[in-house]
């Protein structure tokens, strides 16, 4: 979420404080990344279907597809240190629980209490970030806090076959848990007073009036829907490609997890190349183009029967790497489609909603083509219909940049 700089600037950018909430965020991603690697196992051990396993991986995204713009304005009047706290707290609380899950939906169901950690770090963590900068560095730290999410993933891909080799699946989640636990208590030793005394503070200045005018607009939702056209194909894509490489491409599962961490890392290349892009005046509307008609073609092509091997893994990498330019694209619209700063909040609780409800529908999406359809193959059709409908959003919400443009110059 967006967030009202600090009435009294720092001093100097804490980027030590800046390190940590961008840490919470990864910690956060680490939760969506840890069930690909052991996705094989989770179908056995639990005599689950694909689709299934695909609601085990994206049900973590539950809340912020249905109740981000809500939690966001919530938290927005906290105490951000506090919900992160909190969201971290929620983290390791439904890893445990997902470890003792008797079955599938005792694990979905702990998925979407730990998602609650996930959507409130999100909305926090940014005011953070934004608290410790000195605005000079506003757009370089909130383009650091932008990787959180593949960062977190690729770094659970890496470390999760190791860990369930060892101890299980259930160990895993126990392992989260204990980590996150960990890294709960040094988040409140870095930013308690005696360390930071320079402490963000809950606003109020947003009220619920402001916010109805605000989402009475269609851009907000349009641009939620165009990041989740976007969220489909990564998730989809993100959340399977392991066990592709082993089922299809004969890989180990720890080099299939590691090969799926480098290939997801690139979207974190992405991010930053978008960010620059942007601050030299390329256009939004034509980063997401790019994004969209990299990623339908190439995700369409990774699971491709007649792709050789070696250039699956290069459509995965340019999937990823065009994918990171969306993300920054999307939310520097933000600010266009509210009527003051302090609406902006608002915007950008319908774009993440959107983005969630992408995430939460990508992999169950593509298990269900595949067994209807009988292959991976099938995936190109959710690629393609996915980029197709971002394509055509980009089109509509340009129309209206365009139109508010001019009606705002024939005013002046």
């Given at each position: 979420m967006p967030v009202t700089p600090p009435e009294t600037p720092v001093a100097h950018t804490r980027w030590d404080i800046v390190l940590i909430a961008v840490s919470a965020?990864?910690?956060?991603?680490?939760?969506?990344?840890?069930?690909?690697?052991?996705?094989?196992?989770?179908?056995?051990?639990?005599?689950?279907?694909?689709?299934?396993?695909?609601?085990?991986?994206?049900?973590?995204?539950?809340?912020?597809?249905?109740?981000?713009?809500?939690?966001?304005?919530?938290?927005?009047?906290?105490?951000?240190?506090?919900?992160?706290?909190?969201?971290?707290?929620?983290?390791?609380?439904?890893?445990?629980?997902?470890?003792?899950?008797?079955?599938?939906?005792?694990?979905?169901?702990?998925?979407?209490?730990a998602g609650v950690g996930l959507v409130t770090i999100a909305v926090s963590a940014p005011r953070i970030i934004v608290t410790a900068a000195q605005p000079r560095d506003f757009a370089r730290a909130l383009g650091i806090w932008g990787i959180y999410t593949p960062a977190g993933i690729a770094i659970a891909m890496v470390i999760t076959p190791g860990i369930a080799a060892a101890v299980g699946w259930?160990?895993?989640?126990?392992?989260?848990?204990?980590?996150?636990?960990?890294?709960?208590?040094?988040?409140?030793w870095r930013t308690s007073r005696r360390h930071w005394p320079h402490k963000p503070v809950p606003s109020a200045a947003l009220t619920w009036s402001a916010v109805g005018a605000t989402l009475a607009r269609p851009g907000p939702w349009l641009l939620g829907a165009l990041f989740g056209c976007y969220t489909i194909q990564f998730f989809a894509l993100m959340s399977w490609l392991p066990s592709y490489l082993t089922s299809a491409l004969g890989f180990e599962p720890g080099p299939a997890a590691l090969l799926t961490a480098l290939v997801i890392s690139s979207n974190v290349l992405g991010n930053l190349l978008g960010a620059a892009l942007l601050h030299r005046g390329w256009p939004r509307w034509l980063l997401q183009l790019i994004t969209l008609l990299t990623t339908s073609v190439c995700g369409a092509g990774v699971f491709a029967a007649d792709v050789s091997d070696g250039a699956k893994i290069l459509l995965a990498f340019t999937f990823n790497l065009a994918g990171g330019l969306l993300p920054a694209a999307t939310l520097a619209a933000s600010a266009v489609h509210a009527p003051s700063r302090e609406q902006v909040a608002a915007v950008n609780g319908a774009i993440v909603q959107g983005a969630n409800l992408g995430s939460l529908t990508g992999a169950p999406a593509l298990a269900w083509l595949m067994t209807q359809f009988g292959g991976w193959h099938a995936s190109a059709w959710l690629m393609f219909i996915a980029g197709s409908a971002g394509c055509m959003l980009v089109g509509v919400v340009l129309r209206i940049e365009r139109r508010a443009l001019q009606t705002s110059a024939g005013t002046a």
């Open positions: 965020g990864a910690v956060a991603g680490m939760q969506v990344g840890k069930v690909p690697p052991v996705l094989p196992v989770l179908i056995s051990d639990l005599n689950i279907g694909p689709v299934t396993a695909g609601w085990i991986v994206s049900m973590f995204n539950l809340l912020g597809a249905s109740l981000g713009i809500v939690t966001g304005l919530i938290a927005v009047r906290l105490d951000p240190r506090l919900v992160v706290a909190g969201g971290l707290a929620m983290l390791a609380l439904g890893s445990a629980a997902g470890a003792l899950a008797a079955d599938a939906n005792g694990l979905i169901m702990a998925r979407a209490v259930r160990g895993v989640w126990l392992v989260n848990s204990a980590l996150i636990g960990a890294f709960l208590v040094l988040f409140l």
